[in-house]
């Protein structure tokens, strides 16, 4: 892979890329097996975490994998208090600079901020998930993910269920499925999935509609609550129309289908308590690939740190 | 030019093959080669199937060392990983790391550096195929079945059949 | 002083050809305080004035002589430096792009809403600028929505339109209330269609764009709603509207039944609407970060239909200076705005009139005469082209746009690293 500064999309890498890093994952995944489960490839380097958005798992999930790539981890905590009283990007990247850091992996609530940082910053710049934009390194990890399951990801059907507009998971992960060769249909709430706005991407509006496309996966979407100010549908009635309930998982299980879900996930709301331990949920496959597919990522990443000019 | 073609090299892996079979202990599950990815792991391979004809068994493994490596922040493409395969203990084994050209000898330290996080081996021995001199570290092979003192501007390329369709050994 | 003479030049507003006689003291000085400066010269087709030889005279074959452009929607206020530098460099500005005068809208620097800051403005404008610099008025105390303004100390000041600038009043009894008081003081009410509600925390146009930024879209329908809304209060009132920056088809549509059914209102469209579409966001250039957002093409063709038959009566430049520093933020946090003064005439020929879109007697229309008639509703019905200075204006000349050639003080123009026709002359 040609050397790159920054993952700021999956749309800005070539699909040779997209393997190579795919393929990097396998070989990060065993080392996970050996009894040192560290490498010294990062030695020496400095992570930097930089999220201005609470995320325990994507957080934690990264600082393992530059641990086992042997980097020093550095937490920048972003107090909610020096956002309102509006330090902008510009000074905190100047901060940044100076702490000479040669990896910065940054996550905000605007779109876009990973890329104005990646402008002004020496550092490779990963976006760990920038408002409703991308979030590459999850991509990767399902990519990773369908890939260990089914042998290819080419040619498999994923239906991915709920908050389409909201979802840079539902932006990164079609755009890599895509990439590699699969089907990939949304269904939602009527205001959560946008449309006309993505070509090549058919809708579905119920379960019947999913089961008879005949998808291989199903992968949910957190309600992110959280992101809407004016609610978008009614409250109580997602799980009934769009989770997986009881007599859907019969369904699943009978078709052996997988399912998926970035985490966290909202027991009752898109998923049911049984559906959790059902033979093909690969939501804790996804958890632990993450780790090997961030540790390819930073491995295939190079920072211009190093450069003298 | 090929400095070496195909029947040059079987013979070499023939040599190369007698002499571990003279020099390294063959006892039950004592001997493992360790091929260093990328052509190491072949030439590895070919030299087990020549042991095998003589009645000695010996372990396989094989070795990514990109993770190791010191060179890391190169402006260079890296290419994808590939896994490295060692599913046993090398605790009391006589390891041979197999390697194709032997130069600076950074790629035999980031090898040792891997080989020693599977375990405690008695005995690591260096065995390559091309010994092309320009050594950067104090590092020097057990044995050599190509001594070749290359500028250091010169190329020299094993291509072997398992990877490249055809066995030779260039040098321009 | 001599009379000194143009020959030769293409009328714009009729195409003809003519010569122009120019007489002492005209031109470059006006008298401030919102009243039109009358100017010192006759168009007449060519061959009907006899030039005296000793005459200094100028041949313009080619070249085009029109009034000069007044622009009835531009901020003066250039975030980070003085008042004075803002009217000064706004005012270079507009001549650089062939306009002679503006109507300035309420900022937080300039708070239209009192006598003083008209006063102080008016000197500012006095000593310092180049253009013409008519203040509008504000709707209410700090273009807040709540309390209206001191109409009748605005109108004594001279003020003849009144706007909240990029503020749309969303509490709609207190306009309502404004719109009927305000009315009997012949006032114009200048107001974006918009429905607050809808429109927030959104950045861009709904589509394919937007989608695969993350941003979330400003819908066409918050513009439609809102221009009905004022469309309906205005005439219940009984009060003068002007709709500014349309950007929807259905938004011209709207003004469009209004207008037949005798209403009085009239409308404007920014250059940057009729130029560009939300693709030109493209990877978050905040440059095309705009309020109302950039829409389809089919929008910006309905905005150009709507010049041509004149449901749209003016197209205006929404010159909006924003710091670079300001503009390299992330597309969310960046303040929204284009400038466009420093190439407006140039710009307009450029992708309008060179292309055949637009006719120079429809941009002398709707560039210079429309707008001040909407400025200027008290002034009869006069002379089309009298008491507005004259432009040159050589069609050949190419030039790049660089960070250089801008004198407006910011540097988010569009138009930098194009390349662009005309050459202004301004004043002649």
């Given at each position: 892979m040609?050397?790159?500064?920054?993952?700021l999309?999956i749309g800005?890498l070539?699909t040779?890329d997209?393997?190579?890093?795919?393929d990097?994952?396998?070989?990060?995944k065993?080392?996970?097996t050996?009894?040192?489960?560290?490498?010294p490839?990062l030695?020496?380097?400095s992570v930097?975490?930089l999220?201005?958005e609470?995320s325990t798992?994507?957080r934690?999930?990264?600082?393992?994998?530059?641990?086992r790539l042997?980097?020093?981890v550095?937490?920048?905590t972003?107090?909610?208090s020096?956002?309102v009283?509006?330090?902008s990007?510009?000074?905190?990247?100047d901060t940044l600079m100076s702490?000479k850091?040669?990896y910065i992996?940054?996550?905000?609530?605007h779109?876009g901020?990973p890329?104005?940082?990646?402008?002004h910053c020496?550092?490779?710049v990963?976006?760990?998930?920038?408002?409703a934009?991308?979030h590459?390194?999850?991509a990767?990890?399902?990519?990773?993910?369908?890939r260990?399951?089914y042998g290819?990801v080419?040619?498999?059907?994923v239906?991915?269920i709920?908050?389409?507009?909201h979802?840079?998971?539902?932006?990164?992960?079609s755009?890599?499925?895509?990439?590699?060769?699969?089907?990939v249909a949304y269904?939602g709430?009527?205001?959560l999935?946008?449309?006309?706005?993505?070509?090549?991407?058919p809708?579905?509006?119920n379960w019947d509609?999913?089961f008879d496309?005949k998808p291989d996966?199903?992968y949910?979407l957190?309600?992110?609550?959280?992101?809407?100010?004016?609610?978008?549908f009614?409250?109580?009635d997602y799980h009934?129309?769009?989770?997986?309930?009881?007599?859907r998982l019969a369904?699943?299980d009978?078709l052996?289908?997988?399912?998926?879900?970035?985490?966290p996930?909202n027991r009752?709301v898109?998923?049911?308590d049984?559906?959790m331990?059902?033979r093909n949920?690969?939501?804790n496959?996804?958890?632990?690939?993450?780790i090997a597919a961030?540790?390819s990522i930073?491995?295939?990443?190079?920072?211009?740190?190093?450069?003298?000019? | 030019m090929?400095?070496l073609?195909?029947d040059?090299?079987e013979?070499a892996?023939d040599d190369?093959?007698?002499?571990?079979a003279?020099t390294?202990?063959?006892?039950?599950?004592?001997l493992a080669?360790?091929?260093?990815?990328s052509h190491?792991?072949?030439?590895?391979?070919?030299?087990?199937?020549?042991?095998a004809a003589k009645?000695?068994q010996?372990?396989y493994?094989?070795l990514?060392?990109?993770l190791?490596?010191d060179d890391?922040?190169m402006?260079?493409s890296?290419?994808?990983?590939?896994?490295?395969y060692?599913p046993?203990?090398?605790?009391?084994?006589h390891l041979v790391?197999v390697?194709?050209?032997?130069q600076?000898g950074?790629t035999v330290r980031?090898?040792?550096?891997?080989?020693f996080e599977?375990g405690?081996p008695?005995?690591?021995q260096?065995h390559?195929?091309?010994?092309?001199?320009?050594r950067?570290l104090p590092?020097c092979?057990?044995?050599?079945a190509l001594r070749?003192?290359?500028p250091?501007n010169a190329?020299?390329s094993v291509?072997?059949q398992e990877?490249d369709g055809r066995?030779?050994?260039?040098y321009? | 002083?001599?009379n000194t003479?143009?020959?030769?030049?293409?009328?714009?507003p009729t195409?003809?050809t003519c010569?122009?006689?120019?007489?002492?003291?005209l031109s470059?000085?006006?008298?401030?305080l919102?009243?039109l400066t009358?100017?010192?010269a006759?168009?007449?087709p060519a061959?009907?004035l006899?030039?005296?030889s000793?005459?200094?005279?100028?041949?313009?074959?080619?070249?085009i002589v029109?009034?000069?452009?007044?622009?009835l929607h531009?901020k003066?206020?250039?975030?980070?430096?003085?008042k004075?530098?803002s009217?000064?460099?706004?005012?270079?500005?507009?001549v650089?792009?062939?306009?002679w005068g503006?109507?300035?809208?309420p900022?937080?620097?300039?708070?239209?809403?009192?006598?003083?800051t008209?006063d102080?403005f008016?000197d500012a404008v006095a000593?310092r600028?180049?253009?013409e610099?008519?203040?509008a008025?504000?709707?209410?105390?700090?273009?807040?929505?709540?309390?209206?303004?001191?109409?009748?100390?605005?109108?004594?000041?001279?003020?003849?339109?009144?706007?909240?600038?990029?503020n749309?009043p969303?509490?709609?009894l207190m306009l309502?209330?404004?719109m009927k008081?305000?009315?009997e003081l012949?006032?114009?009410?200048a107001i974006?269609?918009d429905v607050p509600?809808?429109s927030?925390?959104t950045?861009?146009?709904p589509?394919t764009t937007?989608y695969a930024?993350?941003l979330?879209g400003?819908?066409a329908?918050?513009?439609?709603i809102?221009?009905?809304?004022l469309?309906?209060?205005a005439?219940?009132?009984?009060a003068?509207?002007?709709?500014?920056t349309?950007?929807t088809a259905?938004?011209?549509?709207s003004i469009?039944r209004?207008?037949?059914?005798?209403q009085?209102?009239?409308?404007?469209?920014?250059?940057h609407?009729?130029l560009?579409t939300?693709?030109?966001v493209g990877?978050y250039?905040?440059?095309?970060?705009?309020?109302?957002p950039l829409?389809?093409?089919?929008d910006c063709d309905?905005?150009?239909a709507?010049?041509?038959?004149?449901t749209?009566?003016?197209i205006v430049?929404d010159?909006?200076?924003c710091?670079?520093?300001d503009k390299k933020?992330?597309?969310?946090?960046?303040?929204q705005?284009a400038?466009?003064l420093?190439t407006?005439?140039?710009?307009?020929?450029t992708?309008?009139?060179?292309?055949?879109?637009l006719?120079w007697?429809?941009?002398?229309?709707?560039?210079?005469?429309a707008?001040l008639?909407i400025?200027n509703p008290?002034?009869?019905e006069?002379?089309?082209?009298?008491?507005?200075?004259?432009?040159?204006?050589d069609?050949e000349?190419?030039f790049e746009?660089?960070?250089?050639?801008?004198?407006?003080g910011?540097?988010n123009n569009p138009q930098?690293g194009t390349?662009?026709?005309?050459?202004?002359?301004?004043?002649?």
């Open positions: 040609k050397p790159r500064k920054d993952l999309t800005s070539s040779e997209i393997n190579t890093i795919l990097s994952a396998t070989a990060m065993d080392i996970f050996k009894s040192v489960k560290k490498v490839a030695k020496g380097k930097l975490t999220f201005y609470p798992r994507t934690s999930s990264f600082e393992v994998a530059a641990h042997s980097a020093d550095t937490t920048f972003v107090s909610t020096s956002v009283k509006g330090e990007v510009h000074d905190t990247i702490m850091m040669d992996i940054v996550r905000h609530k779109s901020i890329a104005v940082i990646a402008r020496k550092a490779a990963i976006n760990a998930g920038d408002g934009h991308a590459p390194s999850q990767f990890l399902d990519a990773f993910t369908i260990e399951k290819t080419a040619g498999k059907r239906v991915i709920g908050d389409i507009l979802s840079r998971v539902a932006r990164s992960t755009c890599i499925l895509r990439r590699l060769g699969a089907e269904m709430p009527g205001p999935v946008p449309l006309q706005q993505h070509s090549g991407i809708r579905f509006t509609q999913i496309w996966v199903i949910l957190r309600v992110q609550n959280e992101r809407m100010d004016t609610p978008f009614p409250a109580g009934q129309a769009f989770g997986v309930t009881e007599e369904r699943i009978d052996n289908l997988s399912i998926m879900h970035p985490g996930v009752g898109e998923i049911c049984a559906a331990d059902y949920t690969l939501i496959d996804q958890v632990e690939n993450g961030r540790m930073l491995y295939h990443l190079t920072p211009q740190t190093q450069q003298h000019d | 090929p400095t073609g195909q040059a090299l013979a892996l190369w093959a007698a002499h571990i003279a390294c202990p063959t006892g039950e599950g004592k080669l360790i091929g260093v990815i190491g792991d072949n030439l590895a391979q070919r030299l087990i199937r020549r042991l009645g000695i010996a372990r493994g094989a990514d060392i990109s190791y490596r890391f922040d402006k260079q890296k290419p994808a990983l590939r896994s490295s060692l046993f203990s090398t605790d009391g084994l790391l390697d194709d050209v032997v600076t950074r980031a090898a040792l550096n891997a080989i599977y405690r008695d005995v690591v260096l390559c195929l091309v010994d092309r001199g320009g950067q590092i092979p057990d044995y050599t070749l003192d290359a250091a190329r020299i291509r072997l990877t066995d030779e050994i260039l321009t | 002083m001599t003479y143009i020959r030769n030049a293409i009328w714009a195409g003809e010569d122009v006689k120019i007489g002492p003291g470059s000085r006006f008298d401030s919102g009243g009358t100017c010192d006759e168009v007449h061959g009907v006899t030039i005296p000793e005459a200094h005279c100028t041949d313009a074959t080619g070249k029109m009034p000069a452009l007044f622009d531009a003066v206020e250039v975030p980070g430096r003085s004075r530098e009217v000064s460099r706004t005012g270079q500005a507009a650089q792009g062939g306009v503006m109507l300035v809208m900022t937080r620097g300039f708070m239209f809403d009192n006598y003083a008209l102080s008016h000593q600028s180049a253009a610099m008519i203040p008025g504000t709707i209410s105390m700090g273009t807040e929505g709540r309390q209206q303004a001191p109409y009748n100390t605005l109108a004594a000041r001279g003020v003849s339109i009144l706007t909240d600038g990029d749309v969303d509490n709609l309502h209330r404004a008081y305000a009315a012949n006032l114009t009410f974006r269609g509600m809808l927030a925390n950045y861009m146009h589509g937007s930024l993350g979330h400003t819908p329908c918050a513009e439609e809102g221009i009905e809304i469309l309906r209060l005439r219940d009132a009984g003068r509207l002007h709709i500014q349309v950007s259905r938004g011209v549509e469009r209004a207008k037949a059914e005798g009085s209102v009239t409308a404007e469209v920014a250059l609407h009729l560009y939300h693709e030109n990877d250039d905040t440059t095309f970060k705009v309020v109302p829409r389809e093409q089919s309905a905005l150009l709507g010049i041509k038959d004149g749209i009566d003016c430049t010159h909006t200076p710091t670079p520093f933020q992330d597309f969310v946090s960046a303040p705005g400038t466009a420093d407006f005439l140039p710009a307009l020929y992708h309008l009139v060179k292309p055949g879109k006719s007697a429809e941009l002398v229309r709707a560039c210079c005469t707008p008639t400025a008290r002034d009869d006069s002379d089309e082209a009298a008491g507005i200075p004259l432009l040159l204006f069609p000349p190419e746009v660089t960070a250089d050639s801008l004198v407006c910011t540097l930098i390349t662009l026709c005309g050459q202004v002359s301004l004043p002649l």
